[in-house]
């Protein structure tokens, strides 16, 4: 269990280093890939049977994203994708896309989402095979797996949507949060905190 979500934790933070290295530019040609000679350019295999990771371990997850930096015939038309497994229980942890809505589509199993919208309100759905849902631009959301396995595609109108994990962006930034900021941020005692941290590798 530990260690399916050090793996999920590995692949969350890859997507936010790649995150962190474009941007939607605007293009005044007909596609933003310079030197493309064939369809072969705008051809990505990623998400063939055979070469998708193995299922995760329950409580697990694993990322195939089909972001610029993955997949360079999406440069300058703004959109990008995303393949994912989770195992039993498994847990895409409340996130942020600064740049991109997502329209999240289950391919298995039954998933419970939500987001929150800047009136703290909650917005939920049960979702099952061939359902989907939007998560609006910037608002904070989660993809929860239901009791057995599931997979599910989510689609960007970014080249790059960015990814802020907003535990870990929270508690294990670095250098950190003074302790005492987030003591009295969230009505907790240094202890907690620290617990915390330690728990999200900050």
Known sequence: MAFSRALAFMGLVHLMIQSSIAYDPTITTDFGLMGAASGADFTS??????????????GGLVLVPQFVGQFPGLTGLGISSLYFKLGAGG???????????????????TFYVGFVDGANKLYTATLYPGDQFVFPQALVHYQLAGDSAAEGYSSFNSQNPGVTLIASNVFASTPGIPVGVLSAAFGTDAQTVMKIRTALGG
């Open 45 to 58: 295999t990623a998400f063939e049977a055979d070469k998708l990771p193995a299922d995760p371990a329950a």
């Open 91 to 109: 847990l895409v942890p409340p996130h942020i896309h600064a740049r991109a809505t997502e329209l999240f589509i289950v391919l298995k199993g």
